[in-house]
């Protein structure tokens, strides 16, 4: 993030398990989250030299600000666009046009508002047989990536950005369900038997690829789910999330518990 000023602090990870200890950052509330979230994710894009920033978004309610901010006068010509390709860390097995879709969230609320070439933009595929279309969406992430093997000190995203559910879900990795124990593929089916739909996810290592994780958590109803994971709980998804670069939690007062 921007600077390491007052406003960040070292998360209380609790060792002995596989949360990476990351950085805290916590704002007075969702807008400035939002706020600092544009700004950061833009200075991370404009400052990649080699190569497409690679850039994997999340869906559900929490960055629907975020995603405004970006399509807004103040971000509209200054986000680098052309240069990032997009993808999608999870996506409800729903058409593009359905209300739940996360494609359809990103598009309503920032990619229709944009300069974005088309073929920067990745939707996972939603129709069809679910295990193809996870398999289709990795092939789509090898040709950006170039090459079907990760390799550690060559990340697959520059960001990876990640909700955090209130039943400890994220991305669409959701507790109990096998995807948690997958270690090679980089796309993933998930049937949550709490959560409606069937889903397409990233996984552990793919998301281990990358620069960055940033969580994105406001409100008061993730402080439950966040004090699990910051405990340490092995039982919830979030708490396995590592990456080769930085881990960002990036939250609200509320959800920090202040
Ligand atoms: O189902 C999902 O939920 C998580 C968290 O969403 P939020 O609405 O609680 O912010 C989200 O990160 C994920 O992309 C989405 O598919």
């Excluded at 680098?80 to 359809?104: C, H, I, L, M």
């Excluded at 980089?186 to 990233?202: F, G």
């Excluded at 406001?218 to 590592?242: L, M």
């Amino acid at each position: 993030m921007e600077s390491r000023n007052s406003c960040w602090e070292k998360p209380d990870m609790t060792a002995g398990h596989d949360v990476k200890t990351g950085a805290m950052v916590v704002l007075p509330d969702a807008e400035a989250v939002a706020q600092h979230m544009a700004k950061w994710l833009t200075a991370q894009a404009l400052a990649k030299k080699d190569g497409p920033f690679v850039l994997a978004l999340s869906g559900g309610s929490t960055p629907r600000r975020l995603y405004q901010i970006l399509a807004s006068a103040e971000y509209r010509d200054r986000f680098p666009w052309a240069k990032t390709q997009f993808f999608f860390g999870d996506e409800r097995f729903v058409p593009e046009s359905d209300a739940a879709s996360n494609y359809n969230m990103v598009e309503t609320e920032m990619l229709a508002h944009v300069k974005v070439p088309p073929g920067n933009v990745h939707p996972m595929p939603t129709s069809g047989d679910p295990v193809q279309a996870a398999a289709q969406y990795q092939a789509e992430l090898a040709a950006v990536y170039g090459g079907k093997t990760l390799e550690p000190g060559r990340p697959l995203f520059d960001v990876v950005m990640l909700g955090l559910g209130d039943n400890g879900h994220t991305a669409s990795l959701f507790p109990r369900q096998p995807v948690l124990e997958e270690k090679k593929l980089w796309v993933s089916t998930c049937v949550p038997d709490d959560a409606p739909h069937t889903r397409l996810t990233l996984t552990y290592p793919a998301i281990h690829s990358s620069r960055h994780v940033v969580f994105m958590l406001a409100g008061a109803g993730k402080h439950e789910a966040f004090a699990r994971v910051r405990a340490g709980d092995p039982a919830e998804p979030a708490s396995h999330i590592t990456t080769e670069g930085e881990l960002i939690w990036l939250m609200d007062k509320a959800a920090a518990g202040q």
